[in-house]
Structure formats: C-alpha cells, structure tokens
C-alpha cells in the first residue's frame, strides 16, 4: 500500500456544499494542507461562495472574506496591507478564484497585484467554464468544448477560440513563483503549495480542476479525468521559479489526447479529424515546453 | 493646535494622518489627486507609518480598504466623480460588511460631457448605498469631519463608512486658515479602533457569505437601524469634539437666521457660505429670510427638517445635480420628509451651479425673491444663459 504522504489535517469541513467528484473542493482541501492552519483566505462570486456554504456556517476552518467577482488581486493586497500594518506577518494570504473570475472579470486586479508585487499566492481553480451559473463559456473555456453560451447545432461547434493562456500573461508580470498544479496529482500538489508558502512576494497557481456536471463525466471520474489531462500533454505540470522553468511530471510518449476527450460528454461532438487537430496542437506545445525547460 | 494655510484637499491628508490611518489605497483623479499625494509623502518621510496601496483602479482601490477593514484595520481612501462610479459596487460591499472605511470625495460633475468642476452629480448618484455622506462648507470643516467620520465609522453602534465630500476646486484646490489639532489632542479624542465582526487569523470566521431570504432582511434591518442611530451618535462625538477642539457644527443641519422667516433656504457645501452673506444683505433689507444647511445627508436629516417646515411657510431647496427625478435629490428628500408633518410649507425645487457653474450672490438673491413672490416656482433651472464674458477658449 501506498504510503500517504499529505498532511492529516483538514482545514476544509466535511460539510462542504460541493457537488459529488467536484475538481474545486479537492483544490482548496490541498492546498489548505500545504499553506497551513495561519491562512486566511478571499473568495470572489465562483463555485467556491456555494461550496463555503451559507450564514451562519462556512466550510472552512480559517477567516474567509467574500468578494465581487472581479476583486480577488485588490482583495488580497488588501489582506496583506492590514496584516503588515497590524504585525501579523506570519499569516498567509491566498486569493482563491475561478477562471472566469481571473482570466475574464479579475485580470485587472490580478494584474495589479502581480504588478505591486504583493505578497499572496493568488490560486485559479479552472473548471474551464462559468460552472456556478450553469456551465457559460470563459476565456479558459477550451476550443471545440459544449457550454451553454456555446451549444453545438447547426454549423456551431462549440467554443470556435482556444483557451486564454494565463500563464503566458502572468509569467510577463514576473511573479517569485508560479505552477500549473492537478487535483489528480495531489503530491505534486502539496509540494507545489508547500513551495509557495515558504517564499515572499507575489505568487500564482494555476489548478485544473475537473467539474463533473460541466464536462459532463460520472462523478467518480475526478481523478481520472484530471490525470488524463496532464499525461496527454494537454494540461502538463511545471513551475517557474526566478524564470526558470521546470517540468515536474515528466511524461515519455504521451497518451492520446482521444483518451482525454472521448470520455467528455463537453466534447462528445468532436469528429476524428477535429481531435487529430487537437493532437498536433498539444504535441506542439509540448514540445515547446520542453524546449522552454531545457534554456538555461 | 497649529494654524497652517491648506487647501481641502491637504485638509483630508492631514486629517487621514491625524488620524494615524493604517492601511491607505488610492487611484488618482482630478481633482482628488493631492490628498493622495500629500499622504504618499507623509508614508514616505515616515510621519505616517501606514501601508499605501496604489491600485489600477478605483474598484480595486476601495476593495483593498474592504479587505483590509475585514482585518481590522483603520483604512482611507479619496476619490471623486468617476472614480466614484466605479466604486459603485464596492460601496455596497463596505456598507454591508459593516466596514468603517472613510473616503474623501472631491464633489466633480460626471460626463459626458467631460467637465471637472464642481457639482454633487456623483456622490448624490450614490447617496443610496449605505454610506453615512458629510457636506463641509470650508476647509476647516473638512479636517474637521474627517476626524468625526472616523469616530462614527468606527463606533461599535455604527460600523458604517462615511464619505466627507468637498466641492471641487472651491474646497479641494482654495486655500485658507485651518486650526490643525495636535496629535496627542486627536489621540485623545480617536483612540485605535475597536474591531468587532473581523476575520481573525486562526479563526473559521466568515465576512460577506450568502444568506437566504429571512437572513438577508435581518442584515438591511441592522444596517438601517445603525444609520438611525447616526444622528444621536455624532451629535455626541461633535459635542466631544466640540470640547477639546472649539468647533461644532450644529449636527445635521446648521440653521442661520431661521428666526422668525417668512422663507428658508436649504444648501449644501460651499454654495452655504455666500446665501449666508446673502441673507445678511436681504435682512437688513427688512426681508425675513433665513438659511438652513443640510451638512450631512444620508442619513437624511428629517426630524431636523421637519422642525424647520413646522416653523416656515416657503421652503426652496439649491440642488447641485439634476439626478432625473421629479425635483433635485436634496428637494425630493426634503418633500418626503415634510410629507408627514402637521405643517407642509410650499417648497420650491432650485437647481444650480450644476457643472461648476458659480452660485454668486445674485443667483442665490433671485431664488430667495422666487420664494417669496405671489407664486413661487416649483422646479426652476437657473442660470441658464451663457457667460456674459467671451470665454477664452470660445
């Protein structure tokens, strides 16, 4: 048997509201484990207002602060600001917002923050959609995906524009550090979010986080799903630390991107021809990731 | 107690710093821009050890002072006209999350057309998101009500945000003679805040969670019931302020010469001074005139009014904005407020100095003679003709 290597405590309270299999639940419930018990934490309008649950309880163990959904960068300079000006440096300050709410809404204040070099991790949980309003397309929807706002009849095939690349734009700001980390991948996880709470200065995740209802997948495919994402090359795991990058799942051959999309009702649209198109892609980046780590 | 020269904007900065504000996020705007750069330099010298954000935005701006306030700290921010705007939805998050932040607002038309002058456009625009709202009428009372705003705010009866909004230019960028308190005076009249209803590190506590319907009322009865007791409350830190200091200014509304008048008038900001000089002018002209300035405006002073039209039979209201209703906001608030009282004087609506345009002594001479002829007017824009002078730039 397999030795656990996360942290027992749970700073996330079992009676979280999250659906069944939620990718978001898995990413706070991580990184909680790595930022530790002197975390407090701001949430915008996403999945995670709900999963928090409602007055007069909430599902976390730690101060959480609620925000509109576009404030998460001004929320967490903000946190920094009054824990610096009261002496209570030893806390960690973490943003904790959706892909609409970072790549869509948030990138201004995501990008001041990163710009005023403001001590917080600021964490994206993707589900790749608009979820908590019932499965709109974001920037961070991928091309080819089924969401509400992009539906495929007639001639319309789903999201006709590639995803947003937020870590090429965060990566310009220059932040300490910054990773792409899997909720399928828990190790790499915690090592990741242990990493970032050690160090000082603005900080940034970027967490796929698989959402059964939005992709339309069984609830019990989570981990599954997320772990076809990064061995596909689709959704690869790597760090940049003083601009160096690194890649921290190492993958041989990659496995068929068909494996990824086939199991997605999001993509069940998707012809041969369309997923091939998808294969050259990934291969490509990859192997411009490669080339990228191997720089000195 | 030092006399120094300032305009109303390095009377906020001053103020802010008396006030040994912990946490400052600000966005520049003209004409707010020297308060936050008069506190950029007392941060930097040292004489204010307080964390300055500068944000990319003004949402940002008064996000940063919400989650900062959530901590407990004491925060400021300023702004004026767009910048306000902007806020809009952040303002509703610093009422509702009962954080005591002060603003200063330098009072600027909105656009377009783009103008920067002096109009209560924006903050009236704004009047109904829970701030507590101070009109000054001099650079003194800026200073003044800055100090106030932070007491209130800060009151474990209240926690809610006030914003004291100068007019543009004629306060924010004209200098006079301001009594500055020293520290160890403000000290003693604003100990450090008292935090009640925070995040505490290590603690699974919640700011600003959804609520359902049966909670979200209970939430709004409690934040109007905090703004009801605003009046008793600053009617007693002005009391005390009043005792260490040796300035008050007579709570919500200031009546002048209200004795005995056959018509009062009703003002906000700077436009006060000169009716006040014009009052003068029409008494010792044997006319029975009066002024009344409302000084703070949300909440709204109703009692205080009532008692003023229980007294006179003609009431005019100068409203500095139109905001698109049936009268100016100032006169529809006074309309409402009269509407219960035993005695319902006739009440004009005057609208003026909109856009910066100067109230001088003749324009506020005619709305006093509109009040009190045979048939006064109900809604009247005045000054409506263009400038008798060429315009430079024309």
Known sequence: MAKLTLPPVELVRSGHSACPGCGPALAMRYLLKGTGERTVVSVPASCWTIIATGYPTTALRLPMIDTPIEATGASISGLRAALDALHMSDVQVVGFAGDGGTVDIGLQSLSGMLERRTDALYVMYDNEAYMNTGIQRSGSTPEGAWTTTTPVEGMARGKGEPKKDIMGIVLAHHPVYAATLNVAYPEDFLRKAQKAASLKGPRFFHVLAPCPPGWKFASDQTVQIGRLATDTGIFPLYEVENGKLRVTRKLGQLKPVRDYIKVQGRFGHLTDAEIDTVEHEVQASWAALLQREARP | ?394
């Open chain 2, 1 to 394: 107690m030092t006399r120094l020269v300032l305009s109303g904007n390095y009377a906020q900065s001053y103020a802010a710093r008396l006030a040994r504000v912990q946490v400052i996020s600000a966005y520049p705007i003209t004409p707010q821009t020297t308060i936050v750069e008069q506190l950029a330099k007392f941060v930097s010298s040292g004489e204010l050890p307080a964390q300055f954000i500068k944000v990319e935005s003004e949402h940002s701006a008064l996000q940063v002072c919400v989650s900062a306030a959530a901590l407990g700290a004491r925060t400021y921010t300023a702004t004026s006209s767009q910048g306000l705007l902007l806020m809009h939805e952040l303002l509703h998050w610093a009422s509702g999350m009962r954080t005591p932040i002060v603003m200063g607002v330098v009072s600027r038309s909105v656009g377009p057309p783009w103008s920067l002058d002096a109009d209560h456009t924006d903050t009236m625009s704004q009047r109904d998101t829970g701030w507590v709202q101070i009109y000054p009428e001099s650079n003194q009372e800026v200073l003044d009500s800055v100090l106030e705003a932070f007491r209130l705010a800060e009151d474990l009866a209240i926690r809610l945000p006030v914003m004291v909004a100068e007019d543009a230019f004629y306060l924010s960028h004209t200098v006079e003679p301001v009594e500055v308190p020293s520290q160890a005076q403000v000290d003693a009249f604003l100990p450090p805040r008292v935090p009640k209803g925070t995040l505490v590190p290590g603690k699974a506590t919640r700011l600003g969670s959804y609520v359902g319907p049966a909670d979200y009322v209970r939430f709004r009865r409690e934040q109007a019931r905090a703004m009801e007791r605003v009046p008793e409350t600053l009617a007693a830190i002005e009391e005390d302020y009043g005792r260490r200091m040796g300035r008050t200014y007579g709570g919500l509304v200031q009546e002048y010469r209200t004795e005995g008048a056959d018509a009062v008038l009703l003002t906000m900001g700077t436009a006060s001074t000169t009716a006040r000089a014009v009052v003068d002018e029409l008494r010792s002209e044997g006319k029975r005139v009066g002024l009344a300035r409302i000084r703070v405006f949300r909440p709204f002073p109703a009692k205080e009014v009532r008692d003023l039209a229980s007294r006179v039979d003609r009431l005019g209201v100068m409203d500095r904005s139109w905001t698109f209703g049936q009268m100016g906001s100032a006169a529809t608030e006074v309309a409402a407020a009269i509407q219960s009282s035993p005695r319902r004087p006739r009440l004009s609506s005057f609208l003026a100095g909109v856009g910066g345009r100067d109230v001088g002594t003749a324009l506020l001479r005619e709305m006093f003679r509109d009040l009190l002829s045979k048939e006064p007017s109900g809604l009247r824009w005045l000054d409506m003709d263009p400038p008798k002078e060429v315009p430079l730039h024309g």
